[in-house]
């Protein structure tokens, strides 16, 4: 049976005789793997990249749980972005955090469209910052880890123990960036609190019982950010 949908790329990997393996989080929220023949041949490999957003169609064999597919590239297109570096860094981050942490089977809804939109906004704004920051921790919400720093804005301090906003300072408190998510307002200590804070939440309770790692590519990305604004 042929089906259609729509999806991002979160993962690639070539195998034998020039074909890929990819993961793809469709439209429905969930995670599919999928196997492209010949992909990596020079006619294909432009549409299979991680964070490329496909229509694509698939053959899902009873016997195999793996999809046979072929795609077209769709909107929102990675084009413009790939040209800024630190956009281009911004948007491999976060597919390289959904492919450790979205699993096949697993729904979470909500989680395409904040994609699809976010990476809309990266194309046609030029300050940006402070919406990645804001994806970052919606999805750490979508996770299950909401803390609710939008209702707490008067609270300075957060508890990186219990998570929860404090008026004064603790032993395990940090002073949490507000500014952040309102002006676009950055500087170095706010941006290394930012980062230090969704680490924290995301390794301890995301990766906790995970084999997987933070990728490399977060932390490149998070030195370039906090190495141009110092």
């Not at 439209?27 to 694509?56: C, L, W």
């Not at 929102?76 to 630190?86: A, C, F, G, S, T």
Request: glycine share 4%; hydrophobic share 40%.
């Amino acid at each position: 049976m042929i089906n259609k949908n729509k999806g991002v790329i979160i993962y690639k990997q070539l195998v034998k005789d020039n074909h890929l393996f990819i993961k793809i989080l469709t439209s429905n929220d969930e995670v599919i793997p999928a196997y492209i023949y010949g992909g990596n041949t020079s006619k294909k490999r432009n549409i299979y990249q991680n964070g490329y957003f496909i229509e694509f169609n698939y053959n899902n064999r009873k016997f195999s749980k793996i999809n046979s597919i072929s795609a077209i590239i769709t909107e929102p297109y990675l084009y413009k972005i790939m040209e800024n570096k630190y956009k281009s860094f911004a948007v491999l981050t976060i597919i390289s955090i959904l492919n450790i942490s979205i699993y096949e089977g697993v729904i979470i809804k909500g989680i395409f469209l904040s994609i699809s939109n976010l990476f809309h906004f990266l194309n046609n704004k030029k300050i940006w910052l402070s919406e990645y920051c804001i994806w970052m921790m919606d999805y750490l919400k979508l996770l299950g880890y909401d803390i609710d720093y939008k209702n707490n804005y008067g609270k300075n301090y957060f508890n990186l123990n219990d998570y929860k906003f404090q008026n004064n300072k603790c032993k395990n408190s940090i002073i949490f960036p507000h500014h952040i998510f309102k002006r676009n307002n950055f500087n170095y200590k706010n941006l290394i609190a930012f980062f230090e804070i969704f680490e924290n939440i995301f390794i301890k309770n995301v990766l906790n019982n995970s084999i997987n790692k933070m990728p490399d590519i977060y932390f490149k990305f998070k030195n370039i950010i906090i190495s141009d604004i110092k």
